[in-house]
C-alpha cells in the first residue's frame, strides 16, 4: 500500500485551511458511512483532505484513497479497506467512488464486515447512491455539495466574510442586512463576475482559463462521468451534449418534447431521460407545477441550466433576463429549498411567489398575490418588498 500513501501524502501537502465550504460544518462526520455528492469542481476532494489533515487527531488511523488511482487496476477496494484495518486504520476516505465498478457491493461488505471502519466517500452528481446492485439506503447518510453560493465566492476570493441568512431573514429584514454588508462593501460588480466566473473554486486559477476549464467540465461530466454511470457509448454522449447544447440556446424555458424528439432524432423517453441524467449530473435545473412529481418520464415545466457560469460558457452573450432567473433558482436550490413553477411569477417557494428581473421591475404581475417579493437587479438596497437580486446569494 506504500504507493497509497505516497499519493495521499503528495495530496495532503498543498491542502491548507484558509477557506472551507459551508458543508464542513452541517456533516456528522460521526456517522459509519457518509456520502459527498457533487458536480465536478465544487470541491469535495478538498473538502475530505481539509477533514483529513485538520480535524482527524489520529491521522495514523486515517487513509485517503481516489477509485481512479492505478492501484486499483489489480486491487479491489474491499481487500484495500481490509488490510488497511488490519494495519490499524479506522476511517477510509474515498474519492471518485463512481469511478469503481462494483462500488455499492463493495462499500455493503466494508459496512458489514469491517463494523470498526468509518467510511465517507465522494461521487459525482448523476449517481444514485440508492440505484446500485447492493442496497445503502439503511447504511450511508447523503450530503451535497453544489457549486460556491455569492456568499461563498465572496469570502473565498477575500472580499467579504459575512455568515449565511434564512430566506425569512432575508424577506424581513433584508435592509439591514444589506445596510450591514454595504457599509464597507459594493457588491454589484462583485456580482457581475460571480455570475459569469465564480461558481466553482477554479476560479482562484484565473478568469481568463475559467471558461477553457468549465467547459472541459461540462465534457468530462457528459463523456466520462454519465458514461461510467449510464453506460453511455460514444454515439449517446454526443446525442446528450446536443441536447444540452439545444437547451442552452433557449433555457430558461417550456419544454416541448416531441419538437426536441424531432430536432434531435430521439425517440421522446430518450429526451426525458437524458433531461433528468443532465439534471442530476449538475448540469440542468427542472422545476414543476406545485403538486405535480417529479419521475424521468415527466415533462418538466421549465428547464433551466444549473448555474449562471455555464450560460456564459455553453451560450455567447447569454440574456441578462435568463441569467437573473437561473441565479435565483440556483441558490435557492441549493439552499435545500423546494421551488415550484406557479400560474404567476416565476418561482414559488413556501407559499411566496418570486419574481427576477431590472432595478425598475414592477410588481403588476405578482401585487395581487398574497405573498409575494421582487429579487431586483442592478440595486444595492431594496425597498419593501424589493430585495436585491445578490442578496439571495446569501442563502447558504
Not at 6 to 17: C, H, K, R
Not at 244 to 252: C, N, Q, R
Not at 352 to 365: C, D
Request: glycine share 6%; net charge neutral; aromatic share 12%.
Amino acid at each position: 500500500m506504500e504507493k497509497l500513501f505516497e499519493f495521499q501524502e503528495t495530496l495532503l501537502q498543498a491542502v491548507d485551511n484558509t477557506f472551507r465550504r459551508f458543508l464542513h460544518t452541517q456533516i456528522n462526520w460521526n456517522q459509519r458511512m457518509i456520502a459527498i455528492k457533487g458536480p465536478r469542481g465544487a470541491g469535495k476532494t478538498t473538502l475530505l483532505l481539509q477533514h483529513f489533515k485538520f480535524d482527524c487527531g489520529m491521522a495514523e488511523e486515517v487513509l485517503y484513497i481516489s477509485l481512479d488511482h492505478h492501484w486499483f487496476y489489480n486491487h479491489s477496494l474491499y481487500e484495500t479497506a481490509l488490510d488497511w484495518y488490519k494495519m490499524g486504520g479506522k476511517t477510509l476516505l474515498i474519492d471518485e467512488v463512481h469511478k469503481y465498478p462494483r462500488w455499492s457491493v463493495e462499500l455493503k461488505n466494508i459496512y458489514d464486515g469491517i463494523p470498526q471502519m468509518t467510511v465517507v466517500f465522494t461521487a459525482s452528481s448523476a449517481l444514485d447512491i440508492y440505484r446500485g446492485e447492493a442496497d445503502l439506503s439503511r447504511r450511508v447518510i447523503t450530503y451535497n455539495l453544489p457549486g460556491l453560493s455569492f456568499r461563498e465566492y465572496l469570502k473565498f476570493t477575500g472580499q467579504l466574510d459575512f455568515y449565511p441568512v434564512t430566506l425569512d431573514e432575508i424577506l424581513n429584514n433584508h435592509l439591514s442586512l444589506t445596510r450591514n454588508i454595504v457599509e464597507d462593501f459594493r457588491p454589484l460588480a462583485a456580482f457581475r463576475k460571480y455570475l459569469e466566473f465564480g461558481y466553482l473554486p477554479i476560479i482562484s486559477e484565473g478568469e481568463d482559463t475559467y471558461p477553457i476549464k468549465l467547459a472541459r467540465i461540462i465534457n468530462t461530466v457528459v463523456e466520462n462521468d454519465l458514461a461510467y454511470i449510464e453506460s453511455y457509448n460514444t454515439g449517446t454522449a454526443i446525442k446528450v451534449k446536443n441536447l444540452l447544447g439545444v437547451i442552452a440556446e433557449s433555457v430558461p424555458f417550456k419544454p416541448n418534447i416531441a419538437a426536441l424528439s424531432r430536432k434531435l432524432d430521439l425517440s421522446r423517453d430518450r429526451v426525458y431521460q437524458y433531461i433528468y441524467q443532465l439534471r442530476n449530473a449538475g448540469l440542468l435545473n427542472t422545476i414543476s407545477v406545485p403538486g405535480k412529481g417529479i419521475s424521468t418520464l415527466q415533462k418538466p415545466e421549465k428547464i433551466f441550466l444549473e448555474n449562471t457560469n455555464l450560460a456564459y460558457t455553453l451560450k455567447k452573450n447569454p440574456e441578462i433576463g435568463n441569467i437573473r432567473e437561473t441565479f435565483l433558482l440556483n441558490q435557492l436550490l441549493n439552499a435545500g429549498l423546494e421551488v415550484y413553477a406557479p400560474a404567476e411569477g416565476d418561482f414559488l417557494v413556501n407559499e411566496l411567489i418570486l419574481e427576477a428581473g431590472g432595478k425598475t421591475k414592477s410588481s403588476r404581475q405578482v401585487s395581487h398575490q398574497k405573498k409575494w417579493a421582487i429579487a431586483a437587479d442592478n440595486i444595492e438596497t431594496g425597498y419593501d418588498r424589493k430585495i436585491p437580486l445578490w442578496l439571495f446569494g446569501f442563502l447558504y
